[in-house]
Structures are given as C-alpha cells and as structure tokens.
C-alpha cells in the first residue's frame, strides 16, 4: 500500500511565495532556526505546511502571500543576471529602483546582451515560463559584423549543434545592411546559455550586438534603458491562465458539437 502525499506545500516553497527568501535561502533560514511552526522552531526543510499552520520567521508572523506579479525590465549591457557576482561586477538586482519588491528574473541575458528582461515575485512562474515546454518565443534584433546570406543562414533553421551542444531550429530574416555590419530578427524557444553568439559563430558571424524585444506575448517596445514597468495584473492571470487568487486554471475541454 503506497502512502499518500502529505497535504500541502513545503515549508521553504510557502516561505519563498510569501517574498521572505528563495527557496535555497529559506532553507538556510529553517537550518539556522528563524523559523517556527504553531510555536515550535524547525531544523529541517523536508515539512510540509497548509494554510491552517501558523508561520513565524525571526518571531513575526508570515506576511500573506502575494498573488503572482510580472515586470517588464530594459536591461542595459554590462550588467550580469545574477544575485551576486563573485568578480564584483553590478548586478541588475543593484540597479533596479529600491521600492522593487524582492524579485528574481525569469532567464538571463548575458553581460554584454540588453532588452526585455522579465522580473516575478513568484518562483513557480518563473521555473514555468523558463521551460523551452511553455512554447513561448524569444525575439532578438541581432546585430552582425559581415554581409550574411540566406544561404548562409539556414542551418540555423534546421537547428545546428554546436561543441555537442544542441540547438533547436531558429527562425532568422535578414533585416539590413548598414556599411560593415547586418541587423537580423532571430526567435529562439529555448534560450539556452549564449545560444544566439554560438550559433551565429558556428555559421561564420560575430554578433556584436543583441536586444531581446520579447518574450511570448511580453514585449519591449518603447520602454526605455534601464526602466521598470509592471504588467497589468489582468494580463498576467490571461497569460499565465490564473484565477484572480493567482491559481492555476484548469482549461476547459471543447465541447464537440454532433453535426
């Protein structure tokens, strides 16, 4: 007889929705004794927790979680996509507005890439809107040093590995010619580590410039360098298929008509 799942989430999941920490944080927190449940102190992450137990971190009672948020962020080159750096470089989290709630980014952009970068104060959407599965297309305007040729170009198209590393099928157009340099308008689904650069050098082009204008349905347009802009709460539950608690819709089965 297999034993049934514990009732609700684990203790550094509700910890992280609730904006006190990451997940890995909370679990330090819980290791180093802050946090308590119905009065008891905890040592171990492996608990489960339902809305009935009452949290405490440092002795103050957990804040009510908040519902799901998304932030449009245009990112500047020569910052890192990271927390912290361990060579000291300026993170975005170092220059985004003080009165941010705690947020973490949905993917990264590289140190000399720039563009939309989606900020969320919920880890679930971030993991759910990170998986190549979600299907949702990242935009680029790339700019390349040389004159690319379609010809040249379709590999990526068919997808290309590159150092045993494969690439899904890209889309590429080519936009322009401006004097030594091209601007092409790549989509990628998966977005994995420098993938656009690889592949480009893998076909003879150095990129020496790239923007990501969008991802899925979330676009850059006018935002400017290093501004912040909140999505409507209306558009995230759309998108993310969310009640208006912040749950999970179940989508409906259509209905077959008999003719």
Known sequence: MSEQTPEGDRIAKVLARAGV?????????????????????IASPALNVTAKDRITVDGKALADPEPP??????????????AKDERGRQTVFDALPEDLPRVMSIG???INSEGL?????????KRRLELPATGWVRKY???VKGTPEDAMLEPLRKGVTVEGVRF???????????GANAWLTIGIREGKNREIRRAMEHVGLVVNRLIRVSYGPFMLRDLKQGAVEEVKPRVVRDQLGLSSEGHAVAKKKPVRRRK
């Open 168 to 178: 899904q099928p890209m889309s590429v157009t080519i936009d322009r010619q401006q």
């Open 21 to 41: 920490a990451s997940r890995r944080e909370a679990e330090r927190m819980i290791e180093a004794g802050r946090v308590a449940v119905n009065g008891k102190p």
């Open 108 to 110: 990264r952009l590289d």
């Open 117 to 125: 970068l989606l900020l969320t104060n919920d880890g679930g959407v």
């Open 141 to 143: 305007r790339v700019r």
């Open 69 to 82: 948020r998304i932030w449009l962020y245009h990112k500047p080159a020569g910052l890192v996509t990271t």
